[in-house]
């Protein structure tokens, strides 16, 4: 999990200093994007393992094998997907077959955290979740 995560964050350094002109925002990509993180995030609400495992890439099925492990993984850390009260999505970026999505959650807890989604463009141009980074802002929301 350790180096999905370290993946993830050279990604999203790697997108955002990269000479390409990123794609920011508004673009068909970031609206299909969010639509698969928030799919995961409500599967990982209501401990619907099989739902979240189905969003993730080919290379985190390979690494988890099933959807109880994948889950056990996600679970094993604090984390604000299983319960949180606040989403709130920010930058889009891609470079080629790879893209970042950024968000800030906040939980039942008032933690904010702040959240990269590293994510893969498929075959069939669809996205998959491809690894996370996942940073507790030490900020509450009041």
């Not at 799919?39 to 739902?51: P, T």
């Not at 979240?52 to 959807?67: G, I, R």
């Not at 492990?69 to 889009?92: A, C, M, Q, W």
């Amino acid at each position: 999990m350790l180096a999905r995560l370290a993946c993830a964050a050279s990604t999203l350094g790697l997108l955002l200093a990269s000479g390409a002109a990123p794609a920011v925002a508004y673009e068909a990509g970031s609206m299909e994007a969010r639509a698969v993180i928030q799919r995961q995030l409500d599967a990982f609400k209501h401990n619907d393992a099989d739902s979240a495992f189905a969003l993730a890439s080919p290379s985190l099925k390979e690494t988890y094998a099933n959807p109880k492990n994948f889950l056990d993984s996600v679970r094993s850390g604090e984390t604000p997907f299983f319960k949180r009260r606040i989403i709130e999505y920010h930058d889009f970026v891609t470079a080629g077959d790879d893209a970042a999505q950024s968000l800030v959650l906040v939980d039942e807890d008032s933690n904010v955290w702040t959240v990269v989604y590293k994510l893969a463009r498929q075959p069939d141009g669809s996205w998959l979740v491809d690894g996370v980074v996942l940073v507790k802002s030490g900020a509450v929301d009041a």
